[in-house]
């Protein structure tokens, strides 16, 4: 059995930033995400250009991905890909962390950054869509060059679906937008811009059945839910944002006293304190007064996650790191650095 000081549930920006900072103040950290890879939501959007991190110029979703990975695996914490942890469970002073398949993880504390629930996006409900050699209907948008002078038709009506229509009307051939409900429910300003662009928009209309020619579709039916007139559309491409899927589980199968918020979220405060001793929360999934809900935010709850936890295994620790500028970790690295400048 190895036990681990901490283990962070969740590789998203605050699972990430926590593995860094774990890592600066001595502990023995693993990180364990339910996905094939670290970055967490961040995937959803891995083109979209992101303003508002600190310090940081605009970059995308992919890129800052990158950098957080990077950051995150300095100290080498043990990371584990494809677990979902379903349950945490205490058991003689320290916490039995249980995956899907009844595999089990010790650590001294936990941190969950589990977002806002693992996600998966609600599928295309209709015969054919969920055939696996089927190979151009998305579920998120990985590269905005692959649809460059293809005929795109979209189904949704929320932030996403139209995000995506006006990321790709000046790159696609021709992009279509099929909502089911008369009015979008997106933001005003990009609903505004999708309505004055080329997006040929059909309200009151969904996707009802698909035409394929081996791992191609090729056109889509479209009805309106009114008239249940159809139409017939050639396109290369069928892109569906009809939301996500959150799953909940780990709330709900662990049978400590965490007090939750709703049914995705658990209640603590701005310490990343939650309701049992040595569990913490960071990021999305901990709500508290004053919370910034914005990934700037997750980076302090990581920090005070990370802080709590060093100081229930030691009450003598400090209660926060030192300055990175003057870490011991970093010497040599300062070294280089300084080294590079010179040169």
Not at 203 to 232: F, S, Y
């Amino acid at each position: 059995m190895e036990l681990f000081d901490v283990t962070i549930i969740g590789g998203g920006p605050a699972g990430l930033y926590s593995a860094f900072y774990s890592g600066l103040r001595h502990m023995k950290t693993k990180i364990i995400d339910a996905e094939q890879a670290l970055g967490g939501k961040l995937h959803v959007y891995p083109e979209k250009i992101i303003w508002d991190v600190g310090g940081l110029g605009p970059l995308t979703g992919q890129a800052l991905i990158e950098q957080l990975t990077t950051q995150a695996l300095t100290f080498d914490p043990t990371v584990v890909l494809n677990e979902k942890i379903t349950s945490i469970e205490k058991l003689d002073g320290m916490f039995q962390l249980i995956n899907q398949d009844g595999e089990k993880h010790f650590s001294k504390t936990v941190i969950v950054a589990v977002g806002g629930g693992i996600l998966k996006p609600k599928t295309l409900d209709i015969d054919g869509a969920n055939r696996l050699e089927i190979d151009n209907i998305h579920y998120t948008l990985t590269s905005l060059s692959y649809f460059k002078d293809r005929t795109v038709v979209i189904s949704g009506g929320g932030n996403a679906a139209i995000d995506w229509a006006n990321l790709l009307e000046p790159i696609a051939k021709k992009v279509m937008l099929t909502y089911r409900k008369s009015e979008l429910k997106g933001h005003e300003q990009p609903v505004k811009q999708l309505l004055n662009s080329s997006v040929s928009y059909y309200p009151d209309t969904e996707i009802t059945r698909l035409v394929a020619e081996g791992n191609q579709i090729t056109a889509v039916e479209l009805t309106h839910c009114q008239t249940k007139e159809k139409v017939i559309k050639q396109v290369d491409d069928v892109v569906v944002n009809h939301g996500y899927e959150k799953d909940a589980s780990l709330l709900e199968e662990t049978k400590l006293p965490l007090e939750r918020v709703g049914e995705f979220f658990i209640k603590g405060n701005s310490h990343s304190e939650t309701s049992v001793p040595g569990i913490f929360g960071a990021g999305d999934i901990i709500s508290y007064d004053g919370k910034v809900n914005l990934i700037l935010g997750c980076f302090q709850d990581a920090a005070n996650a990370v802080n709590q936890a060093k100081t229930f295994l030691d009450p003598d620790a400090n209660a926060r790191a030192m300055v990175s500028s003057h870490h011991t970790a970093f010497t040599d690295k300062n070294k280089d650095m300084r080294q590079q400048l010179l040169d």
